[in-house]
């Protein structure tokens, strides 16, 4: 099987910076598309940004400018840095990555999410 952990939330001014980290593990696995996503209270969850396995990026017009998603392979570890952080982007951020694993017998495809960092930004 194969799991993620996020780290790296907290609470942080309005203007401040934060980097969050979500590491993959497993036994025999790869990784495709890597994405972080939120949830602000009484909303959807939303996309973030997202990085392919080729590294192309994608953002939300809201983050533009603001956020950058990276991954590192050799670590199997996605991160977003984010500053000039607003109250707006409060929320419980999930990272998520899918992509095949193997169970001894098969590869099995994956879509897994971390389970959430909260994010708050004071104004």
């Known amino acids: 099987q194969v799991q993620l952990v996020e780290s790296g939330g907290g609470l942080v001014q309005a203007g401040g910076s934060l980097r969050l980290s979500c590491a993959v593990s497993?036994?025999?696995?790869?990784?495709?598309?890597m994405g972080w996503y939120r949830q602000a209270p009484g909303k959807q969850r939303e996309l973030v940004a997202t990085?392919?396995?080729?590294?192309?990026?994608n953002y939300a017009d809201s983050v533009k400018g603001r956020f950058t998603i990276s991954r590192d392979g050799a670590n199997n570890t996605v991160y977003l840095q984010m500053n000039s952080l607003k109250p707006e982007d409060t929320g419980v951020y999930y990272c998520?990555?899918?992509?095949?694993?193997?169970?001894?017998?098969?590869?099995?495809?994956?879509?897994?999410w971390g389970q959430g960092t909260q994010v708050t930004v004071s104004s």
């Open positions: 998520n990555a899918d992509g095949r694993y193997y169970t001894g017998t098969q590869w099995n495809d994956y879509y897994r």
């Open positions: 497993g036994s025999i696995f790869s990784i495709n598309a």
């Open positions: 990085i392919s396995s080729g590294g192309r990026t």
